[in-house]
């Protein structure tokens, strides 16, 4: 894991970039535990990255818990979907239950109960997760989670230039307004002049 310091700033919203980062991860956890909203909790720092239009520090954190978010989502499905596989209310298990197979029966009981139990730990390890991500948020520190951290900053970059595509105001009929916008690095997220050719943080070729 690693850790990076940051310099205490504001984010584009107005707000101190570590507040906007902890109250994504705050609320992402919260929605996680609400039912059917915790498949789109990952929504919300999906929103806050395309609103922040200045903090690299905001835009990362805001794709972890993208990731994170997705994560939660992908395992709670799969685990729904195994034990609704072999939830007593299928005909297998009804069937074993009317030919006095009770012990069949209860082997699936055992492994659906199993398996929903090991989603609730799933839950709380990844929400003692995220809170240990929002603590250190709160005092400009940026954790990189081990996988998830290279992920979160490969989507970061992507992200990065379809929001800044987005902001360049390009229309149909290839006529771009508002030329005199700042240019953002697609490599580094460094916020440069109107006209600039290169990035003054990492030197890439901006376009």
């Given at each position: 894991m690693k850790i990076t310091n940051i310099k205490p700033h504001k984010s584009s919203l107005g707000i101190d970039a570590n507040i906007i980062v902890l109250f994504v991860f705050a609320l992402m956890a919260i929605i996680w535990w609400v039912p059917y909203l915790r498949y789109i909790a990952w929504g919300i720092p999906l929103a806050?990255?395309?609103?922040?239009?200045?903090?690299?520090?905001?835009?990362?954190?805001?794709?972890?818990?993208?990731?994170?978010?997705?994560?939660?989502?992908?395992?709670?499905?799969?685990?729904?979907?195994?034990?609704?596989?072999?939830?007593?209310?299928?005909?297998t298990t009804i069937q074993a239950i009317?030919?006095?197979?009770?012990?069949?029966?209860?082997?699936?009981?055992?492994?659906?109960?199993?398996?929903?139990?090991?989603?609730?730990v799933?839950?709380?390890?990844?929400?003692?997760?995220?809170a240990g991500l929002a603590v250190a948020a709160l005092l400009y520190k940026e954790l990189k989670l081990p996988l998830i951290g290279a992920i979160a900053e490969k989507a970061s970059a992507k992200l990065s230039n379809m929001n800044i595509n987005l902001q360049s105001g390009t229309v149909a009929n290839n006529t771009t307004v508002n030329a005199d916008r700042p240019v953002f690095c697609g490599s580094c997220g460094a916020k440069n002049d109107a006209g600039t050719k290169f990035c003054g943080e990492c030197g890439q070729l901006l376009t």
């Open positions: 806050i990255f395309f609103m922040e239009k200045e903090s690299k520090f905001v835009s990362f954190q805001a794709c972890t818990a993208i990731t994170v978010g997705i994560l939660r989502a992908a395992i709670d499905l799969l685990l729904i979907i195994l034990i609704r596989i072999i939830t007593p209310s299928t005909p009317f030919n006095y197979n009770y012990g069949a029966a209860l082997r699936r009981l055992d492994i659906a109960l199993s398996l929903a139990g090991f989603a609730f799933v839950g709380v390890i990844l929400t003692v997760c995220v």
